[in-house]
């Protein structure tokens, strides 16, 4: 099988080359080449949202099929849509819990696939998603329209992969070491009054599920968390327990207000409903274990 995997340079992206990799795939990863490619993997350099330079780089390659990890913004899937017509029959976003962000309520139930309805959805091109700052903070809708595109113009089979939560590993965003770090020292969390629970995922089963993804059949979106999704409170009590100390929680008030709350404290639903990854027979156990099983490793390598 040959899969090429776009970014998988970093956190659980590259776990997914070398889990496909060890599975026997001839795996091409490209990227701009900051980060070196595993042993075994062909690594193609260019920027994935400058097509020329894309195309460029893959020749004349075709693929069984492509996983894209770094496709933020609408403008970056029409990209894809063009350059890889013909080349692969079969084509992974990894998309996000955000594109829901929109949908979550106080209390509401888990998030199921079918609540976004992505043939609802705009798709606006001449928004500035070449401008960095832009993207960034507008992450969920860059997603949301990425998968908007994509289902409407994609010439192959298109599945979009809804990640909960990713933690573990070389977390790049640090979001797990705030806790760890503030826990650890005494410092108050800042969280709303009523937090909502949402979902997590382990780096390393994220990438199984991925590479899982990758050779099976089915297409649209699916989601991708462990079991059992946590509240903020939640959250630091396990932290807590793993490093030995009580969390401290500030909520403020009309006369203390407090900080923006912390990463993971939300006032909206963000949990998921695996329901549909379960019915395709993906083993979600063990590999997906709940969040309890697999957290306190997840804070022991954000320690460390």
């Not at 860059?142 to 992969?161: C, I, N, Y």
């Not at 599920?209 to 297409?219: I, K, N, Q, R, V």
């Amino acid at each position: 099988m040959d899969v090429c995997v776009i970014g998988g340079s970093r956190y659980f992206g590259r776990r997914l080359v070398e889990e496909l990799r060890d599975a026997g795939a001839a795996v091409t990863v490209i990227n701009r080449g900051s980060t070196p490619a595993p042993a075994g993997v062909t690594q193609l350099r260019a920027d994935r949202a400058d097509e020329d330079a894309l195309r460029t780089a893959l020749g004349g390659r075709r693929f069984d099929a492509v996983v894209d990890q770094v496709c933020y913004t609408p403008a970056q899937a029409a990209v894809a849509a063009r350059v890889f017509a013909g080349r692969t029959p079969r084509y992974l976003l990894t998309s996000t819990v955000e594109v829901y962000a929109h949908l979550g309520r106080p209390g509401g139930p888990p998030l199921a696939e079918p609540a976004l309805d992505l043939s609802t959805e705009s798709v606006d091109l001449q928004l500035p998603w070449q401008d960095r700052e832009f993207a960034s903070a507008h992450y969920a809708e860059g997603k949301r329209q990425a998968e908007a595109l994509l289902s409407r113009q994609a010439p192959f089979d298109l599945v979009t992969v809804r990640t909960a939560h990713v933690l573990g590993g070389a977390d790049f965003t640090g979001r797990l070491a705030h806790y760890v770090e503030r826990i650890e020292h005494g410092l108050p969390v800042a969280v709303h009054p009523a937090p909502q629970r949402a979902s997590f995922v382990h780096a390393p089963e994220m990438a199984r599920f991925l590479a899982w993804a990758t050779a099976a059949e089915f297409t649209g979106p699916v989601n991708a968390a462990s079991e059992g999704p946590l509240d903020v409170r939640e959250l630091c009590a396990v932290v807590g327990r793993a490093v030995g100390a009580e969390p401290v929680f500030s909520t403020g008030g009309a006369e203390s207000p407090s900080p923006s709350p912390s990463p993971f404290s939300f006032d909206r639903c963000y949990a998921m409903d695996t329901g549909r990854a379960a019915r395709l027979g993906f083993p979600f156990s063990p590999v997906f274990s709940p969040v309890t099983d697999w957290l306190p490793l997840a804070v022991k390598e954000a320690r460390a």
